[in-house]
C-alpha cells in the first residue's frame, strides 16, 4: 500500500466513526423529540381540561353581582 493510499484508508476509517456517532446523536435527538412531543400534548389536553373546569366553575358561580346585598358599610 503506498503512502497516499494510507492516508486515504485513515481519513475513510475517520469519517466511518464521525458517521456512526452523528447518527447516534440523531437517534438521541429523535427520541428526545418524540418525547418532548409527547409531553406537550399531553400538557395541551390538560390546559384544555382546566380551562373547561374553570369555565364550569364560572358558569356555577356566576351570579349576577347587581343579586347581592350592599355591603355592610351602607
Same mark, same amino acid.
Given at each position: 500500500?503506498?503512502?497516499? *493510499?494510507? &492516508? !486515504? +484508508?485513515?481519513? !475513510?476509517? *475517520?469519517?466511518? %466513526?464521525? #458517521?456512526?456517532? &452523528?447518527?447516534?446523536? %440523531? =437517534? +438521541? !435527538?429523535?427520541? +428526545? *423529540? $418524540?418525547? =418532548?412531543? =409527547?409531553? &406537550? +400534548?399531553?400538557?395541551?389536553?390538560? #390546559?384544555?381540561? #382546566?380551562?373547561?373546569?374553570? $369555565?364550569?366553575?364560572?358558569? $356555577? =358561580? $356566576?351570579?349576577?353581582?347587581?343579586?347581592?346585598?350592599?355591603?355592610?358599610?351602607?
Amino acid at each position: 500500500m503506498s503512502h497516499a *493510499d494510507d &492516508i !486515504l +484508508a485513515r481519513r !475513510l476509517d *475517520d469519517m466511518e %466513526v464521525r #458517521l456512526t456517532f &452523528i447518527d447516534e446523536a %440523531v =437517534q +438521541a !435527538l429523535t427520541t +428526545a *423529540d $418524540a418525547d =418532548q412531543s =409527547q409531553r &406537550i +400534548a399531553a400538557l395541551e389536553r390538560t #390546559l384544555r381540561d #382546566l380551562r373547561g373546569e374553570m $369555565a364550569s366553575l364560572r358558569t $356555577a =358561580q $356566576a351570579d349576577d353581582p347587581h343579586d347581592e346585598p350592599p355591603p355592610p358599610h351602607y
